[in-house]
Structure formats: structure tokens, C-alpha cells
């Protein structure tokens, strides 16, 4: 892809998306505070990814990812995790004792940082083989996840009771540990389910 190529109208379209997404979800949030902590990662997101666009464009496939994943995060910051109604459709139809809508945001937080991580090393090059990416891929993500359970930790030592909603806990004791799991989970699946996929797009990108 040239570095003066226009982006194409389906990238403007899903950046029409996660805007729009964001104006709703922001409007009347059900905590103005838990959505801003929520939707962080987004806001800084799209200003990366639209200056970086022109010197390292990123794949389709990757593009559709990030916005999948921004959505995620803007619908659990609108209603909180605990809240989201998908969730709660959820936990009836599985017969479970918590909203699941977080585990759904912790597999999402393994699976695109896994397939993000595996573009910028197949494109380097920093690693060469199959399998060693996959693996270094995945602990990409398990450090993110981490990471993240560290910012909650942080969170709630600096607000108090006013993180719950952040950490979103719903009283499970092992909270962090399934976080941590679903992003494993996550990371592992998008490098079995999208190796194939996203080697045929690298190729296209032109820059392996």
C-alpha cells in the first residue's frame, strides 16, 4: 500500500461507527466516571491509528478487530460490565450466578492485542517461525492483560469506593485470576483461528 493511498470508504465507515458509538454511549452513561475509564483505551486509540495510517497502515482484518474490540469496550462503559443487557440475556440463557459481559471483554482483550502483536512482528521482521510468534503473541497479550488488572488495582487504591463499578468484580473473589484466563483463552484462539487469514493479508499489505 502506498504510503500517500487514501483510506478506503469501509475504514471510514467503521470510524464513523465508533464515533457514533461513542457519542451515544457518552451521552447519559450510567457512571460518567466508569465510562471514561472504560472508553479510555479507545480515545487513544483512534488518534494513533489515524496517525499512523499513512507510514503503517494496518491490515483489514485488523482494523475490523480494533473496531469489534472498541465497541466492546464502549457498550461495558455505557451500562458498566455488570450491567451491559447482552450480559444479563446471557446469564439467564446459561443458567449463571453473574453478568458474563466482562469475560467477553477479557477474551477480547487476549484475542486483538494477540493478532495486533503478531502484525507488528511478522512485519519487522523480529521473529521468524510460526509457532515462536504464536507463543510471543500470546504473552504480549497475557502482559496487557496484567497490566490491566494492575491499572484496576491502582483504580481502586486511589478512588476507593468509587472504582466498583471499574473493577466489576460482582463479589468473585477470583475476578483478576478469570480475567487473566479469558484473555489467555482469547489470545490462543486468535492465533489458531486467524493465522491463515491474516498471512494472506500481510502478504497482500506487502511489507513481511
Known amino acids: 500500500m502506498s504510503n500517500t493511498a487514501r483510506p478506503p470508504s469501509w475504514l471510514w465507515l467503521l470510524l464513523a461507527i465508533v464515533v457514533a458509538a461513542l457519542?451515544?454511549?457518552?451521552?447519559?452513561?450510567?457512571?460518567?466516571?466508569?465510562?471514561?475509564?472504560?472508553?479510555?483505551?479507545?480515545?487513544?486509540?483512534?488518534?494513533?491509528?489515524?496517525?499512523?495510517?499513512?507510514?503503517?497502515?494496518?491490515?483489514?482484518l485488523l482494523y475490523v478487530l480494533i473496531t469489534v474490540h472498541a465497541l466492546i469496550l464502549i457498550l461495558g462503559?455505557?451500562?458498566?460490565?455488570?450491567?451491559?443487557?447482552?450480559?444479563f440475556w446471557m446469564q439467564d440463557?446459561?443458567?449463571?450466578?453473574?453478568?458474563?459481559?466482562?469475560?467477553?471483554?477479557?477474551?477480547?482483550?487476549?484475542?486483538?492485542?494477540?493478532?495486533?502483536?503478531?502484525?507488528?512482528?511478522?512485519?519487522?521482521?523480529?521473529?521468524?517461525?510460526?509457532?515462536?510468534?504464536?507463543?510471543?503473541?500470546?504473552?504480549?497479550?497475557?502482559?496487557?492483560?496484567?497490566?490491566y488488572e494492575l491499572i484496576e488495582w491502582w483504580t481502586a487504591l486511589a478512588l476507593g469506593g468509587g472504582a466498583v463499578e471499574f473493577l466489576g468484580t460482582q463479589g468473585d473473589p477470583w475476578d483478576t485470576q478469570s480475567d487473566m484466563f479469558f484473555a489467555l483463552i482469547g489470545s490462543a484462539t486468535a492465533m489458531l483461528v486467524l493465522a491463515g487469514m491474516h498471512d494472506r493479508q500481510l502478504r497482500h499489505v506487502g511489507q513481511r
Open 93 to 147: 440463557a446459561m443458567d449463571l450466578a453473574r453478568n458474563p459481559y466482562d469475560k467477553i471483554g477479557h477474551f477480547a482483550q487476549g484475542f486483538v492485542p494477540a493478532m495486533i502483536a503478531r502484525e507488528i512482528l511478522l512485519r519487522g521482521p523480529y521473529v521468524s517461525g510460526r509457532r515462536m510468534t504464536a507463543f510471543l503473541c500470546i504473552c504480549v497479550a497475557m502482559a496487557i492483560s496484567a497490566f
Open 23 to 60: 457519542c451515544v454511549s457518552g451521552y447519559a452513561p450510567y457512571d460518567r466516571g466508569t465510562w471514561l475509564l472504560e472508553v479510555a483505551p479507545v480515545l487513544v486509540a483512534l488518534p494513533l491509528l489515524a496517525l499512523s495510517y499513512r507510514r503503517y497502515p494496518l491490515t483489514s
Open 77 to 87: 462503559g455505557a451500562y458498566t460490565y455488570a450491567r451491559v443487557p447482552l450480559g
